[in-house]
């Protein structure tokens, strides 16, 4: 009986696994060289300000993940600059 109740039971705990991973989106890798690039791009756009300001960095991370998710096919012009996020 103990053995059924075991085998029962690895039974479910192997289907939960298989559900939990099968539910997790892979998400592929990005290469080093497109985050090189995406972040030369993101400084360039965004260049360094004095510690505490907050608005540049926050363009900067919104102009990395938007190079990122267009595989860095980007338009390096002033249009990207003037979009970032929060008040200055």
């Given amino acids: 009986m103990r053995i059924i109740i075991l085998t029962v039971v690895a039974a479910v705990m192997l289907l939960v696994q298989v559900l939990i991973l099968s539910a997790v989106p892979s998400v592929a890798a990005i ?4 985050a090189k690039k995406c ?14 300001t907050k608005a540049y960095a926050q ?7 938007e190079c990122i998710s267009k595989n ?4 390096e012009n002033g249009s990207e600059k003037d979009r970032s996020t929060g008040p200055r």
Avoid: N, T, V
């Avoid at 363009?59 to 993940?65: K, N, T, V």
């Fill in 31 to 34: 290469s080093a060289d497109l």
């Fill in 72 to 75: 860095g096919e980007i338009q």
């Fill in 39 to 52: 972040r030369e791009m993101a400084i360039k756009a965004h260049p360094p300000q004095p510690a505490g």
């Fill in 59 to 65: 363009g900067e991370r919104a102009f990395f993940r």
